[in-house]
């Protein structure tokens, strides 16, 4: 049995206060000391760690097979009992973790009731609901594998007796933009049991990268080969859940459903800058970017959603102050209104952030050799910058898709906009107009403080008009709590379907028209922090 010792220790060496209780550490991107709490879920024995076990490749393969069984949501929360229960992975990962991830079967009742009834008007999904759904997913990923040795696992005897209803995944420090230090963290049942078969399973392939395989109250952990006792040295010192930043931010965000993320974006984005994304370099991260992100995914009877908090940000994002966000004018678009984006406060929001937007515009260009780029686009327009660009934004703008048979002829859009000078404002649009080729285009209309703009005169007199889309029941169910929203953007499914539901047939068809609708709304709730959300609708 191999045990690692090349891996870095962590540089965080408990203090004792002056006046006793818990020692005190400080994890990556921290600005203050964190306090270690004991860990919010201690539920069972707890299991002495064992030395870690030198695996192959196919370890990770292993943990990758576990996390599909884990994200057999559809079915397994109806089977499992009404009361999630156990440690958590955040017990069990370092207090030095500054990226996480977790998936959990076992949430609590209200979420998994709620999970059955929304999965269950999905088709493809809802056929999931009856058996063991693990079980069901095992199959899927052997029937899937060109591994024979694999095939030869079977699950009621070889993977049901240990595997557990969670697992977790981190990211630590030591790692590499191309070679980040990842921790997986698999809830098991037979401690024993599931590092035997994990071993044997390993075993299946010989060579390739190489992980430690450490067992750590409840669960195995998988790191890479020679993180091992790094690891567990760390776990020593603070798990997660101890660490008082990430325990504040799950209690703000709340419920955590059955998938949850929490990312400290200022270490993660010095250690994995100039990453390769989608084949592109990504640029490096500002020295003093500080914050963080957390979110859940949620079920409701009647939708599932995305729901999230940001936290503690720096630098630009810190000036950002709260607006007076208001749904009000796009829930009085007309009632066939297919998809719609608004902005409540722009003008506020474009004035908070403009010099931070005029700096990084300013450095683009010198890079291109131009000396001062929004006075050229000053001079060339006749536009006074950033102001225009506040009055046309106004303290409501609102773009608007009207459902439509498409065609060869010009889309119906629209826009309306409640600003402090609607006649300023339609010279702005005018003149962009005129400088981008397409006079004539736009109808405009001006009405007090409201401006009115659209692809064919029908569609400006119906936003004049209005109608009652905050009435309907897809609208209510994708933002009806977000009424105070900054941002919010609306789209029909039922009625956008037309377009797609013709390129889809059988299952996925049958899962297409289950939808309903979709919600994105964001809202800046204090100096440096924001709440957002992704919410889809189901029939």
């Known amino acids: 049995m191999n045990q690692p010792t090349d891996g870095p220790v962590p540089e965080n060496n408990p203090s004792q206060p002056a006046h006793g209780g818990p020692p005190s550490y400080t994890f990556p991107g921290a600005t203050e000391p964190v306090g270690l709490t004991d ?3 201690s539920e069972g024995d707890a299991v002495p760690a064992s030395p870690p076990r030198r695996r192959t490749s196919r370890a990770l393969l292993v943990g990758g097979v576990a996390t599909v069984l884990v994200l057999g949501v559809g079915g397994a929360v109806a089977i499992q009992q009404l009361s999630g229960s156990g440690p958590r992975p955040s017990d069990v990962l370092p207090g030095d973790t500054f990226g996480y991830v977790q998936v959990d079967i076992d949430p609590s009742a209200g979420q998994k009731l709620a999970a059955v009834r929304f ?6 999904i809802k056929d999931l609901e009856s058996g063991d759904t693990r079980k069901k997913l095992w199959d899927l990923a052997v029937a899937n594998s060109d591994d024979d040795c694999v095939k030869d696992f079977d699950f009621a005897r070889d993977i049901d007796p240990w595997l557990g209803d969670r697992v977790g995944l981190g990211l630590r420090p030591g790692g590499t933009a191309d070679d980040p230090n990842v921790v997986a963290a698999l809830q098991v049942k037979d401690q024993d049991q599931a590092m035997s078969t994990l071993g044997r399973l390993a075993d299946c392939s010989e060579g390739g990268d190489q992980v430690d395989l450490l067992a750590k109250d409840g669960y195995v952990l998988l790191t890479r080969h020679g993180q091992g006792d790094a690891t567990l040295a760390a776990i020593d010192m603070g798990t997660l859940s101890q660490n008082a930043t990430f325990s504040g931010d799950m209690a703000a965000l709340g419920e955590q459903g059955v998938a949850t993320t929490w990312w400290n974006v200022g270490p993660i984005a010095k250690e994995l800058s100039s990453a390769l994304l989608f084949g592109v370099r990504a640029p490096d991260a500002p020295q003093d970017l500080q914050g963080r992100v957390a979110a859940a995914l949620r079920f409701d009877p009647g939708y599932a959603e995305i729901a999230g908090i940001a936290r503690g940000f720096s630098g630009a994002a810190q000036s950002i102050q709260p607006v007076d966000g208001d749904l009000s004018e796009l829930a009085a678009l007309p009632d066939d209104t297919l998809a719609a984006v608004h902005v409540s406060g722009g003008e506020q929001l474009l004035d908070q952030a403009w010099p931070q937007l005029e700096k990084q515009l300013n450095d683009v260009a010198s890079s291109s050799g131009m000396d001062d780029p929004l006075g050229e686009i000053e001079d060339e327009l006749g536009l006074a910058l950033p102001d225009d660009l506040k009055v046309l934004l106004g303290s409501s703008f609102t773009l608007a898709l009207p459902d439509q048979e498409f ?32 006079a004539g285009i736009l109808t405009k209309s001006v009405d007090g403080d409201q ?10 007199d119906r936003l004049k008009s209005g109608g009652n889309l905050g009435d309907t029941d897809g609208f209510k169910a994708a933002l009806g709590d977000a009424a105070d929203a900054d941002y919010a953007v609306y789209v029909n499914l039922d009625r956008l379907e037309k377009l797609y539901l013709e390129e889809a047939d059988g299952e996925a068809r049958a899962a297409l028209e289950a939808m309903r609708a979709i919600g994105i709304s964001s809202t800046v709730t204090g100096q440096g922090e924001a709440a957002f959300a992704f919410r889809i609708v189901a029939n």
């Open 39 to 41: 860990p919010s879920s």
């Open 119 to 124: 999965l269950g008007k999905i088709p493809e």
């Open 407 to 438: 065609g060869s002829d010009v889309p119906a859009i629209g826009a309306k906009v409640v600003t402090s000078d609607a006649q300023r404002a339609e010279e702005v649009v005018s003149t962009v107009e005129d400088a981008s080729g397409a």
């Open 451 to 460: 401006l009115y703009v659209a692809t064919t005169p029908d569609y400006v």
